[in-house]
C-alpha cells in the first residue's frame, strides 16, 4: 500500500486559459473551485492535499516582474491560509497542508494560527515548514536580502523548537470546563516557555488551548542535508523530487539513519515523491499526451517559461535570460532551492546545453507514469515495491494543468482502479489527519 497527496503549486490562477479551464481566470480567487478539488481529492482516498505559497511577484528573470504577470507564473497568489478552514468545511477527512515560511511568520504567530486551524479543522491541519529562497520575499519582510541557505536552515531549526515548545505550553489537564467549581482552566499547566534563541524570542504560553492533534502535522520540502536534519527532526511527511525508484530507496535509506540518530522511528516519516501522471483511455492513447507535452517544451513559451522557473528557483541570484541556450548549462545555481535546481540540471541525463536541459523530455517533472489507469496502477505499485515499500506520491497534476477534469481523471480514474487493488486506502478509519497519515489498515 501506499500513500498519496495532491500538490497545488499555489492559491493561484493556475490553469487560467487552457481547453478545460472553465472560468478561472475569474473563479480562482474565491473558494469554489478548490472545494470541489479538495472534495475530489478526499474522493479519492488522498492523504493530504498540500498548497505551496510563496509571497512575491518574481523579477530575477529579465530584470522585470513583466513576464511573471505576463503569463501569470507564480503570481499572482493569494494566502492560502484562510482557504483552510473553508477546504475544511466542504470536507470530512482528508488532511490540509498550507505552507508556512520561517522567515515570514513569528512562532507565536505561526503556533497560534496553527492551533486556531487544527480546532477549525478538526484535527485535519498540516504545516509545510519552508525557510523561503527569495531576496524578494526576505525585503517584503524587512530584510535586505534573504539570508544563505545554511543561517536560513538554522533559523528553522530554532522556529521549529520555538512553535513545538508554544504547542506544548498548556499541559494535559489544563482545561478544567468545571461549571460548579467554577474552573475554565488550571494555570498551573499553562506555562510560560521563555524561550530565546538566535533569531527568535518568545515567552509563551499560548493563549489558546491544544487542537485536537496538539501539534499539527509537520511537512518538510529540502533535501539539502540541512533539509534532511530539519525533516529527520521534526517532520511528520517530506515532499521529495525523486527520478527513480533507486533514488526513492536512496532517500528513504538516508532519511532512516537520520531518524534513528533523532531518537524517532523509520515509520514516524512518511515520503511523498512529487510525481506527473498522463492518464488516457489507452496505453496509447496516454502516451500520445505525453508526446504531445514533450513536444510543447519547444515552443517559445514554453521555453521562456522554463527560463523564467529556472530564474525564479535560482531564489533571485541567476537571470537566465542573459545565457546562450545552446551554450553549455551554466553551472551557477544561486541560493535559492538548491536541490531542486540540483534535480533539474542532474537529471536531465546527457543534456549539456540550456535549451536541452529545459526540453529534456520528463525534464521538471519528478517521477513519471504513462498509461491508463490499470498500467500506471501497477507502475505506481512496483515503484513504491522497488524503493523500499513505506512511502507514497505528490500528484501533481496530469499533463500540464489543474483542472477539475485533470483532478478527476486521477481521483474517479485512477483511484477507483488502486482502491480495487488494495494499493490504496479503503477508506478513512481514523479521526485526524496524522492518525490516517500513520495507518496502513
Ligand atoms: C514538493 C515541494 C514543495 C515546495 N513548496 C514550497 C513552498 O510552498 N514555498 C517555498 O518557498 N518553497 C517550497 N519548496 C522549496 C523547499 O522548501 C526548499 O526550499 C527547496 O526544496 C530547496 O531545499 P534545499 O535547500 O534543502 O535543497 C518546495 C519544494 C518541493 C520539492
Sequence with gaps: MFKLGWFVDGYRPQTWRGTWAGDNRHEWTGS??????ARAVERGGFDLLFMEDTSMIDDTYRGSTET?????????????MPLMPLLAQATQHVGL???????QYHPFLAARLATTLDHLSNGRIGLNIVTSVSHRVAQNFGLDEMYDHDQRYAMAEEWMEAVSMLWDSWQPGALVLDRREP????????????????????RGPLNNPPGPQRRPVITQAGTSEAGRELAAAHADAMLSIAKTPDQ????????????????????DLHIFFMSKLFLGWSDREAQERHDESDRKKH??????????????????????????LDAPMPTEL???????????????????????????PGQMQGIEFVGSPGTVAEQMNEAIAES?????????????????????????????????????????????FRENLNDWS
Design 32 to 37: 469554489s473551485f478548490w472545494v470541489d478539488i
Design 68 to 80: 511573471a504577470l505576463q503569463y501569470a507564473l507564480e503570481a499572482p497568489k493569494n494566502d492560502p
Design 97 to 103: 497542508v498550507s505552507t508556512i515560511s520561517t522567515v
Design 183 to 202: 474552573r475554565f482552566a488550571d494555570h498551573t499547566k499553562v506555562k510560560p516557555i521563555e524561550f530565546v534563541g538566535k533569531y527568535f524570542k518568545t
Design 248 to 267: 526513492m530507496r536512496d532517500l528513504r535509506a538516508d532519511m532512516n539513519r537520520r531518524l534513528i540518530a533523532h531518537g524517532r522511528r523509520p515509520e
Design 299 to 324: 515552443d517559445p513559451q514554453s521555453i521562456e517559461s522554463a527560463l523564467w522557473h529556472l530564474s525564479y528557483f535560482s531564489g533571485g541570484n541567476v537571470d537566465y535570460s542573459t545565457y546562450d
Design 334 to 360: 544561486g541560493n535559492g532551492q538548491v536541490s531542486t535546481m540540483k534535480h533539474l540540471v542532474e537529471g536531465a541525463a546527457g543534456a549539456k546545453t540550456l535549451r536541452e536541459v529545459i526540453t529534456q
Design 388 to 432: 523500499g515499500g513505506q512511502d507514497g506520491f505528490l500528484i501533481y497534476g496530469t499533463e500540464d494543468e489543474l483542472t477539475r477534469k485533470s483532478v478527476a481523471e486521477v481521483t474517479d480514474g485512477l483511484c477507483a482502479v488502486l482502491r480495487d487493488r488494495g494499493y490504496i486506502r479503503g477508506s478513512y478509519r481514523k479521526a485526524t
